[in-house]
């Protein structure tokens, strides 16, 4: 009788889980992957739409192309996990498993912030904000741009810096940035809680930039009719347009399973594994300590995380001995602008203490990061 592997979620985790678990195992295996969406892309890539440099279209690739061949992919929207019973209900089938990983990440929750959703909710963390947000900045000529990020944890930490930098080279180009104040109002006391070295770099190219930091500082309500930002001090910054990282969350489906009762599901940061026998959870929607933080929510973690995860199964099926200790250990690139990019190369936990470092800013970078891109996209599809 065939064994099933069940993963949710098809980003970066789910697809290198998918395509490692069709390279090892053999027909005894039933491998599913189920997501609601019918392409992936690379979350900087929402950078290329929204500074009108690619369209949508450019910047997808079809889950019909997927690699793993010996994968089902499932294009529906998971409606219920029921831990108890193994198995995955979606909207129009029901699938009982032996293994489960949830990759389904982390949802964005515009509407946790009063006032927000009214002043435009603009934000660049959705493709469907990004290109919002492009018309937006297309007619912007003067004025002040806050840029908040309403609450921790978010995903890519460093995304948010990376905006402001490219909204400056964006109006730079239209020739308009001296008529343009750019503010970024952070609730944490560094812009990279986990590495003091790198958020003064960070602080040093903001400043050069003309770009001021407002630190230690949370937003709580956005009185849209008067254009104010308001902090939990009751403090007010004006705004003629107003960019919102909003308040992440688990997906619906996590929170109401036996998975999700404290949130953000917490794993064992030496195989991945939940409470729950045979049961993984890989990416954003996981929490894996790190002291008294956690292991930041990045792209390049879930991948990371996968390929433990697959190792694990590896290894309680017999077919491989080792188990693949999770290190965290990935690097994200950031555009600074004129072409120009930095890498915040990372290992959270390989070591004593995590290892953050900041590279860059240069053209090798650039280059390094497309093929960061294609290497992926020519690992996980046709």
Known sequence: MKKNIVILGAGFGGLEAATTLSEKFSDRYEITLIDKRDSFFIGFSKFEVLFGRKSEEEIKYSYKNLKANKTRFIQESVTNIDIDNKVISTMHSRFSYDYLIVALGADLYPSAIPGFVESGGHEFYSLEGAKKLHSAISDFKKGTILLTIFSTPYKCPPAPYEGAFQLVDY??????????????????????????????????????????????????????????????????????????????????????????????????????????????AVGDVATVPVGEAAVPKAGVFAEDGAKTVVADILRKEGIEIELRKFEAAGACYFEFGGGKVGKIDANFLGGEKPRVILEGLTSDLRREKIEFEAARRDRWFK
Do not use: C, M, W
Not at 173 to 200: A, H, L
Not at 253 to 258: A, F, G, Y
């Open 171 to 280: 109006f730079t180009g239209k020739g308009v940035r001296q008529n343009i104040t750019i503010k970024v109002i952070i609730p944490t006391p560094i812009p990279i809680p986990v590495s003091p070295d790198v958020s003064r770099e960070i602080e040093r190219l903001l400043t050069d930039q003309n770009i001021e930091l407002i630190k230690n500082t949370r937003i709580i309500e956005i009185d849209s009719s008067a254009k104010n930002a308001v902090t939990e001090k009751k403090d007010r910054f004006a705004y003629d347009l107003f960019i919102g990282i909003p308040v992440h969350t688990p997906p619906p489906v996590v929170r109401q399973s036996k998975l999700g009762e404290k949130g953000f599901i917490l794993v064992n940061r030496k195989n991945l594994q939940t409470e729950f026998e045979n049961v993984y």
